[in-house]
Nanobody, 122 residues
Framework: QVQLVESGGGLVQAGGSLRLSCAASGRAVSRYTMGWFRQAPGKEREFVAAINWTLARKSYADSVKGRFTISRDNAKNTVYLQMNSLKPEDTAVYYC???????????????WGQGTQVTVSS
């Protein structure tokens, strides 16, 4: 069993930055692929970024490429999402997810955090 707790969301003006954190606990959690997803009201949950446990592989949604950076500290069992140059369309609930084999498909992830709200004002 894996538990995930996100933090770091909030209200920010367009062009600003936020850093989200996801603290993970559970058996061998450092060996899991970690992903960030987001869901805006009335929209389907969408992929934002993912990182594998060796840190050798990362990927991003086209909409955030060049603005967001995913990273992880396996010693702390924590994954981060640094979000720069935020836009109003980035407004959503951001979720952290963990799985052994999933990548950018949210339906394949087994473990989820409770989500943290990010609101970007124009």
């Amino acid at each position: 069993q894996v538990q995930l707790v996100e933090s770091g969301g909030g209200l920010v003006q367009a062009g600003g930055s936020l850093r989200l954190s996801c603290a993970a606990s559970g058996r061998a959690v450092s060996r899991y692929t970690m992903g960030w997803f987001r869901q805006a009201p009335g929209k389907e949950r969408e992929f934002v970024a993912a990182i594998n446990w060796t840190l050798a592989r990362k990927s991003y949604a086209d909409s955030v490429k060049g603005r967001f950076t995913i990273s992880r500290d396996n010693a702390k069992n924590t994954v981060y999402l640094q979000m720069n140059s935020l836009k109003p369309e980035d407004t959503a609930v951001y979720y952290c997810a963990a799985d052994h084999e999933a990548w950018n498909d949210y339906q394949e992830y087994d473990y989820w955090g409770q989500g943290t709200q990010v609101t970007v004002s124009s």
